[in-house]
Each structure stands twice: as C-alpha cells, then as structure tokens.
C-alpha cells in the first residue's frame, strides 16, 4: 500500500519528535489502516501518534507518571487554526514570519515556567492544529514537544503549568 520511503518518512517524523519506533506493529497496523486513503506522512505521522499514545505519555512523563504541561487558550488556537490549510500538497503555513515569532515567543515564555521547575518542555494542544504547530515551531523551539489531547491516555494526570495566550486579544474592542 505504501512505498519503503513513505513509511521512512513517518518513522523520521516520529524519531524528529522524539517518539521511540520500537513497536513497528502497531506502527505498521496503522499505516495499514490509514494509508489507503491518506497519503500525506504528516497526516500519517498523526494517527500513528494517536496510537501510540501510552509510548508517548510513559516517554514524557515525570517518575510519578504525571505530564506536566502548558497548555493553549482556545482563542490563540483559533489564531493558528486560520493560519494554515491543507491543500493536494499538505500542509501549508500561511503564517507571516512576525505572527510565526510572537507565537515563539509566547509559547516559549511559558514553557520556561516548566523547564525552570525541571520539567521537559511541552506544549499540549488541541489535535486540529498539532501537526501545523510543530512546524511552525520547529526552528525556533526545537526542543518543545507538542502533545495533542488524543495523545493522552486517560491513565495519565497532567499538570497544566501555564496558558500560551494571545497577546493582542486584550488589545481588541470586546464584541
């Protein structure tokens, strides 16, 4: 169904991120799965993620087995939602570069609240906009792991630590 440099290519993304590749069935399962309909390895990348979910939350928690996190208010998600579309050839950033930095930096000024408490950077997000954030992040945060919420096993308590908020929505006349 799938060409050895499709499947490369997930697997890349999933090492990119991270993410331990040493369960190649279920890896391989869901390729199986989705690949007949889905073509993208982003796209592919995510479901495979969604079912290794246990992996990704033994991987990042802390010994106690809590995530400890900074999470997005719904508002800044809406932002980065309209900031980019899926087209025939994946994924795409419409983003300017000045919009793509203060969301940098709003995101990495809350996540040095988790990583000066000696915990490891990740930002938990809302599924619809993980793939694209980690895109437009991988340049200046490459370090921060993106979580989406289906990555989170209900077994897992997480610990939001702070909220990446959208500066200029105090700025903006209420409706």
Request: charged share 25%; hydrophobic share 40%; aromatic share 4%.
């Amino acid at each position: 169904v799938m060409k050895l440099s499709e499947v490369q290519a997930v697997l890349q993304n999933l090492l990119r991120e991270d993410i331990p590749i040493r369960q190649l069935g279920i890896i391989f399962e869901t390729l199986g799965d989705y690949a007949p309909r889905i073509k993208d390895p982003i796209f592919l990348t995510e479901y495979v993620r969604n079912r290794l979910a246990r992996t990704i939350c033994q991987r990042f928690a802390d010994a106690s087995g809590r995530l400890h996190v900074v999470t997005m208010d719904p508002a800044m998600e809406d932002r980065i939602a309209a900031g980019f579309e899926i087209t025939e050839r994946g994924l795409v950033i419409r983003m300017s570069q000045q919009a793509i930095e203060m969301t940098c930096q709003q995101i990495a000024a809350q996540v040095k609240r988790l990583t000066d408490a000696g915990h490891k950077p990740i930002l938990l997000v809302s599924p619809r906009i993980r793939a694209a954030l980690r895109q437009i992040t991988q340049t200046h945060l490459p370090d921060l792991r993106i979580l989406s919420h289906s990555e989170i096993t209900l077994q897992t308590q997480t610990v939001s630590v702070g909220i990446v908020t959208d500066p200029d929505r105090n700025q903006r006349p209420a409706a």
